[in-house]
């Protein structure tokens, strides 16, 4: 069955320092991968996604992300973190009609 | 243009009730979702629609209806709710029913059933 793992509930990051956050996927197929931002008491915003080709990924506000299928991770980067960018990022895999979301990595950002 | 809207912002529900949750979107999508978003468990999806006149069960289907009469509206019905199905709904739509689809998510619905 297809599932995401994200790893990390919670990461703390002081603003101007460097991110990754981690996603694992499980799916029989070649993947199509998103990484979805929510702020606070908002719906969800997709920031990247990967279905093929290159396999480094860029979205929006400074976001990228990198398939590995060897190691069967979908991990987002950002290297300055600002405080804007403190939310929860959800990772999820598209399997036809179907959306599978990871429990989310909630970013928290010091002045 | 508004993109998605859902109603209520948020309720409370007394266990046994029936309860609709509306979604609304103005993109003329072709594909409509329904998540329910629970601390820990991300989200998890609920029902879907291909195109309108067409449903289909998601992950958690169980106590929940769906109908998708025209493009536009996809609502939610809880025949009779129980304590468990106290979440955050969210409504989503996307262009086409593929897997590469982005989907757009409405501001959610807050259920608070006693």
């Known amino acids: 069955a297809q599932s995401v793992t994200q790893p990390d509930i919670h990461i703390t990051v002081s603003e101007g320092a460097s991110l990754e956050l981690r996603c694992n996927y499980s799916?029989?197929?070649?993947?199509?991968l998103f990484w979805y931002v929510q702020s606070p008491g908002q719906g969800l915003q997709l920031l990247l996604k990967?279905?093929?080709?290159?396999?480094l990924v860029q979205g929006i506000k400074g976001f990228e992300a990198e398939f590995k299928r060897s190691q069967s991770s979908f991990n987002l980067r950002k290297p300055s973190v600002h405080w804007s960018d403190a939310a929860e990022y959800f990772c999820?895999?598209?399997?036809?009609?179907?959306?599978?979301f990871g429990s989310g990595t909630k970013l928290n950002v010091k002045p | 243009i508004a993109g998605i809207t859902q109603a209520p912002t948020s309720q409370i529900l007394a266990a046994g009730r029936r309860m609709t949750l509306r979604c609304t979107q103005d993109?003329?999508?072709?594909?409509m979702y329904w998540y329910r978003q629970d601390l820990g468990l991300g989200l998890r999806l609920i029902h879907y629609?291909?195109?309108?006149?067409?449903?289909g069960k998601g992950e958690v289907p169980d106590g929940y209806s769906v109908s998708r009469a025209n493009t536009d509206d996809f609502p939610l019905t809880l025949a009779s709710a129980v304590p468990s199905q106290t979440s955050v709904y969210f409504c989503?739509?996307?262009?086409?029913?593929?897997?590469?689809?982005?989907?757009?998510f409405g501001p959610g619905t807050r259920l608070l059933v006693l």
């Open positions: 989503a739509s996307s262009e086409g029913s593929g897997s590469s689809e982005t989907q757009y």
């Open positions: 799916y029989g197929a070649t993947p199509y």
């Open positions: 990967y279905f093929s080709g290159d396999t």
């Open positions: 999820a895999v598209g399997d036809f009609n179907k959306f599978y």
């Open positions: 993109m003329r999508h072709n594909a």
């Open positions: 629609s291909n195109t309108a006149g067409t449903t």
